[in-house]
């Protein structure tokens, strides 16, 4: 996967962000129903925030649902289909093939505390 630093958007990289986005989804029924369905372990949160950018829109929230990698079953495939949890609570359904400019971070649930 492609990661480019120089994307507008910096919200994934706020920890602060992330937890007040996490806390956003704790209490959204339709999220936690997409996560449960499609997450390698349910019991755990999303972990994986990701921006991105087709080159005319900006992207940034959690992935909570999509394909599974081949390579790794624990990891996101972003060439295709994924489902991303924005900062205003929508579920959108992102086509990753279309992304030009990529970034992810990993937020583990210790960062939290």
Request: with cysteine; aromatic share 10%; net charge negative.
């Amino acid at each position: 996967m492609m990661t480019d630093t120089n994307l507008a958007l910096d919200g994934i990289h706020s920890p602060a962000w992330r937890v007040a986005l996490l806390g956003r989804f704790r209490e959204d029924a339709r999220a936690m129903r997409v996560w449960s369905r499609q997450a390698p372990d349910s019991s755990r949160f999303p972990s994986v925030f990701v921006a991105c950018s087709n080159g005319m829109h900006d992207l940034e929230g959690m992935v909570i649902g999509g394909r599974r990698d081949p390579d790794d079953a624990e990891e996101w495939d972003f060439s295709g289909t994924f489902v991303l949890y924005d900062e205003h609570g929508a579920i959108l359904d992102v086509n990753g093939w279309l992304a030009t400019d990529w970034d992810t971070v990993i937020h583990l649930a210790a960062e939290d505390k």
